[in-house]
């Protein structure tokens, strides 16, 4: 369990980059303290919102960096929506004969410090992902499936739907997603920068200075590297160009050459003798 300390930070200032922690809460006790601690902090009074008949708060993703940012706090909570709350549907409409579910607290969304709802309970799992000067992202889960959510300000916004295997920092700003198996790349703004055609591998699949290594996965796959248009750029054997000598005839591989009067026994006279 990760311990919570507050500070009291001078606002005025620029705050670093966004880190975010998690805070997982095991009690109602634990909820009230941390709230308690908020309010002392952010000098913002927040209503008891979250003792809300079927609500359930698992824990709280917070910016180390910048803890006096009320915007910078997002609940995780499940909420179940009791079958006498939910409002009837139109007879006009498609859905009218339809049962009504209540929505159940498994489910995971993120809510911000004044109770609204920020990303709907509707996952299985949500963790944080990834965070620059601007933005926080967000890992969400259903059915074995990811996607990801960006944080901008108090507003969610889609970036990867929910169809992928997993997602993991390949450096230089850009994300690698598995699908099926294999391995490819996409920007920040969700744009897929390859499709998933790569080998998985620790040795394999991560930026630097502008060029991954990669390897297509299949049994003929060869090792290449590409940029960040996902443009093949040149070959891992290409950095290790053949250094075959250049040093003539003279050439010697076996230590000190030899003193040449030893083949002519020392007499320089024998040295064009063909006899």
Excluded at 199 to 225: I, L, M, T
Aim: charged share 25%; with cysteine.
């Amino acid at each position: 369990m990760l311990s919570v300390v507050f500070s009291n930070n001078d606002s005025s200032k620029n705050p670093s980059k966004m880190k975010y922690a998690y805070k997982q809460f095991h009690s109602d006790m634990e909820i009230e303290a941390f709230f308690d601690e908020i309010n002392n902090n952010i000098y913002l009074s927040v209503d008891k919102w979250y003792q809300e008949d079927g609500l359930r708060l698992y824990g709280c993703f917070y910016d180390e960096e910048d803890i006096t940012n009320y915007g910078h706090y997002l609940f995780c909570f499940g909420q179940t929506i009791y079958p006498d709350v939910l409002q009837p549907l139109s007879n006009n409409t498609v859905f009218a004969k339809l049962k009504h579910y209540a929505s159940s607290s498994r489910y995971k969304g993120l809510k911000d410090v004044r109770g609204q709802v920020v990303l709907g309970n509707r996952y299985d799992e949500i963790t944080h992902f990834y965070t620059t000067d601007t933005y926080a992202y967000f890992v969400v889960e259903r059915g074995n499936k990811k996607g990801i959510y960006r944080l901008d300000n108090d507003k969610m916004s889609i970036i990867a739907p929910v169809r992928y295997d997993d997602f993991f920092d390949a450096g230089e700003y850009t994300w690698g997603y598995l699908l099926d198996g294999s391995v490819g790349f996409m920007s920040l703004e969700g744009r897929l920068v390859t499709q998933a055609k790569y080998r998985q591998s620790h040795d394999f699949n991560h930026f630097v200075d502008g060029k991954a290594h990669v390897c297509g996965n299949n049994p003929n796959g060869v090792d290449h590297y590409v940029n960040h248009y996902g443009d093949c750029i040149g070959h891992p054997q290409d950095d290790f160009p053949n250094e075959e000598h250049t040093l003539g005839t003279g050439y010697y591989p076996y230590g000190d050459l030899p003193d040449t009067s030893d083949a002519y026994e020392g007499d320089d006279s024998n040295r064009w003798n063909t006899d």
